[in-house]
């Protein structure tokens, strides 16, 4: 049956291109120009099969410049050539919490601080990861917080209140994520309702691994089924002290992914950039940046390699009020902070990919959602409004 239905499809498109193509080249005599326009047009519709979104919490532009020095006047971000800016305010308050700087991106709507995936009136929103989850793509998240942190737990979970993480970790159970890294173990198997996750997480199907019985590295994840990963009992520690797995547990899920064939969405965080600003450690915040970018580096190559991958950098917001004062040189940084908390500077957007042109611009950190979703070409919404 199939291949009659091929060839009948074929013999149908072959007529009817047959026929295009003499009105066409009629056109062409006519008016090359605007067939020369039609062309490039048609290039620029290329739409990517998969989506990799890149946060670095707290990555306002000191860091990155700060971070760029330190890493001798070089980093991968650099490749990528469009960039806009973001203006990060929460709906309530002018300096946004990550939790709704990542719903914001998630769900493209403005919300309260604290808030998860969740609207101004505490009521579930759905978020991008969702939506893919429906559309049959495949999904992801990874990590360098614990995994029911803001950032993560605003593509998948719902709650009115960010530090409730042992109902966020009960929502992983919810979906069908196809591949999750990330710190915090205690809230999915040390549990106050003593409810295991983890055992939860086997009995649904899925390949779950630990911090305490498999190094990360020597896993290979089983095509036929998801994969959750616990980097650590609680916060994964500083870059500085050890922590490594940032770009291997990125390339290993990116992988995973590519490999269930309907393209995929993934948010893969830098999550202490942001802790090295509430810190007010330039140090912190360098080492955190260029573990960040060095990340984004193997990103990059997959990303071109593929050809068919959208990706997209940004931050939730600055955090620290961060500077580099005047008696610096490039190899000495002398750095202050006006703040231990975040600041309300408009945030650099970088896009890289097929579609990346969306990403010009000056716009609302929910805009970023609307602009994924009109890559993907998936139906248009209309935006939600965005300041109460
Ligand atoms: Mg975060
Ligand atoms: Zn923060």
């Known amino acids: 049956m199939k291949p009659l239905m091929f060839f009948t499809l074929f013999l149908f498109c072959f007529s009817s291109c047959n026929t295009s193509k003499k009105v066409e080249s009629q056109v062409i005599t006519k008016a090359e120009t605007s067939v020369i326009s039609m062309k490039t047009d048609s290039k620029e519709v290329k739409k990517p099969k998969n989506i990799i979104f890149m946060i670095g919490d707290g990555m306002g532009l ?17 490749r990528m050539k469009t960039i806009g800016l973001h203006k990060s305010h929460a709906a309530t308050a002018l300096v946004t919490d990550s939790a709704a700087g990542a719903t914001a991106f998630a769900c493209g709507q403005k919300t309260y601080n604290g808030a998860i995936a969740v609207n101004v009136d505490t009521i579930s ?22 995994i029911v942190h803001a950032t993560p737990a605003s593509y998948i979970a719902h709650n009115k209140y960010r530090r409730n993480y042992e109902e966020i970790a009960a929502d992983f159970l919810k979906t069908e994520i196809d ?16 409810r295991d996750l983890l055992e939860e997480l086997r009995l649904k199907g899925y ?24 980097t650590s009992l609680d916060d994964p520690i ?19 992914l590519d490999k269930k064939d309907n393209g995929f969405f993934i948010m893969i965080e830098g999550s202490q950039i942001d802790w090295g600003g509430h810190a007010n450690d330039a140090d912190y915040i360098i080492s955190e940046m260029i573990d960040f970018d060095n990340t984004l580096g193997a990103v990059l190559d997959w990303a071109e390699q ?31 902070f006006t703040s231990d908390y975040h600041t309300a500077e408009m945030i650099c957007v970088f896009a890289h990919g097929p579609q990346e042109e969306l990403f010009k ?25 965005n300041m109460r």
């Open 306 to 336: 593929d050809g068919e991958t959208l990706v997209v950098v940004t931050a939730d917001h600055e955090t620290g009020g961060f500077a580099i004062q005047k008696e610096s040189t490039r190899d000495n940084l002398v750095t202050a």
């Open 207 to 230: 390949q779950v691994g630990d911090y305490f019985n498999n190094e990360l590295d020597t896993i290979q994840i089983r095509e036929d089924k998801n994969f959750a990963y616990l």
């Open 62 to 78: 000191s860091q990155i410049t700060a971070g760029m020095y330190a890493n001798g006047d070089k980093l991968h971000l650099e």
């Open 125 to 146: 929103i759905p978020t991008i990861l969702e939506e893919a989850e429906t559309k049959n793509l495949a999904t992801g998240l990874v990590s360098t917080s614990t």
């Open 361 to 385: 611009g000056i716009y609302d950190n929910t805009e970023i959602y609307y602009k994924m979703r009109e890559a993907y070409g998936w139906p248009k919404i209309a935006a939600k409004a």
């Open 179 to 194: 591949v999750f890294i990330g710190g915090g173990a205690k809230y999915f198997n040390n549990r106050e309702d003593g």
């Open 238 to 256: 500083p870059a500085a002290q050890g922590r490594d797995y940032l770009k291997n547990a990125s390339l290993k899920a990116i992988k995973a």
